[in-house]
């Protein structure tokens, strides 16, 4: 039998979220391989080993995905959203690349998934309508002063933004710094939403405007989208128009 | 009955990137409204109206939708890719907001789907694996000057970049001077990537450097991916690694 790793993305909860293509692979594999509430989300049958491992250990995750799959077995590694954005498929590549040369003839496909950012915009209306940039706001893999240049240039383009993981225990200020320098860049008057476990029972949506906003209003469960200058209400709804005048 | 709108996204393409949300949106309308090739996507059945309608009059298109549905149909407006990403769900909002005021009443909805950018890059490998932006190069609703800010500042951001509507028979030289400045912005070495018709049997994927960029590699149908300064090849994969040196 010949091995193969398939990334994949469930998407940011709701299992009418999973596209129909990775619920026939996820069928297909002999493996599952992910952080341990994505891998909670596989039904488990005969047939199907289930490997959760913990956050912050992706590439030992991904290094163990491609030696099960060089032994013949059929991996899935389950990403949230879309593995693609901040999530496991890169990781997995970087793995490729430090491991033996072998590993290059492994069959490796990405499968896409609904990211975050985009279920969180679709239930507020469609604020990244518009050009966008989505940024990572957490500093584990790079500088902070980067992602301070980022905002800062961000707003000069006038781009909507989205942030990923913009907020945890470990880093609680940056995020203030974050929203001071955003209400220079942008304004205080663009709007700021907050979505928090989307497409979960318990989601909570909350758009303020930069000046409004306050740090508590995000936690790590929580996509943040920053309009641009045009980004308005119109009824319950947030959007983005497509020209600019 | 009670009428309703919801934007939703087919995916780029293939049926099995369809969320079984869409799917079963679709099939409790009365009413499909659209650009030809999405609404041909749709199966006709008894009770459904197909309302296709050519490209470029997005606005008339969503006022017909909210009419329908101010008047009790429950209307289902198809985009591909994502509603929300150069999509169909601005346009519903901008045509709301023109509307009469009895239209805020209308229950609304936007359904995430795969975007187009998602989907190239997963075929690629993970190109978008770092911050990225989304950009449509199309000068139909805003002047080219702002692209080319847009550009440089994306570049000095070290963003990877997501280009829809690349190039037209109708601006052939835009995109020349969009590579120009993508050479000048990120260095000539910098990988860019052409996915044309992603998901379909003719699909065509290509990367090369900037330096060896030509504006032919592009045409309506393709979307355009260039990497970071650290974005490289890993056998037959495109990535860009998670971290920032």
């Known amino acids: 039998m010949t091995g193969w790793v398939r990334v994949v993305g469930l998407g940011p909860g709701d299992e009418a979220l999973v596209t129909p293509e990775v619920r026939a692979t996820v069928d297909a594999a002999t493996d599952i391989v992910g952080y341990i509430p994505y891998v909670r989300r596989i039904a488990p049958r005969d047939g199907l080993t289930l490997h ?11 290094a163990h995905a491609l030696e099960m799959a060089a032994a013949g077995r059929r991996v899935v590694v389950v990403s949230s959203g879309d593995p693609g954005v901040f999530a496991m498929a890169s990781a997995l590549f970087e793995a490729l690349e430090k491991g033996p040369e072998d590993w290059l003839a492994i069959e490796i496909g990405v499968l896409p998934g609904i990211t975050a950012m985009l279920a969180a915009a679709a239930r507020l209306g469609a604020p990244l309508g518009h050009d966008f940039c989505a940024i990572n706001l957490s500093d584990n893999l790079k500088p902070w002063s980067l992602i301070e240049k980022r905002l800062r240039l961000a707003g000069e383009a006038g781009f909507a933004m989205a942030f990923y993981n913009p907020r ?42 930069l000046a409004e906003a306050t740090p508590e209003m995000a936690d790590m469960r929580t996509v943040v989208i920053v309009g641009n200058a045009d980004t308005r209400r119109v009824g319950p709804h ?3 128009p497509r020209s600019v005048v």
Chains 1, 2 share one sequence.
């Open 238 to 240: 947030i959007y983005t």
């Open 52 to 62: 959760e491992s913990d956050n912050r250990v992706e590439l030992d995750r991904a």
């Open 168 to 209: 945890s225990a470990s880093r609680p200020h940056q995020f203030a710094t974050a929203l001071d320098i955003l209400r220079e860049a942008c304004g205080p008057e663009t709007l700021i939403s907050f979505a928090r476990n989307v497409s979960h029972p318990d989601e909570t949506l909350r758009t303020v405007t």
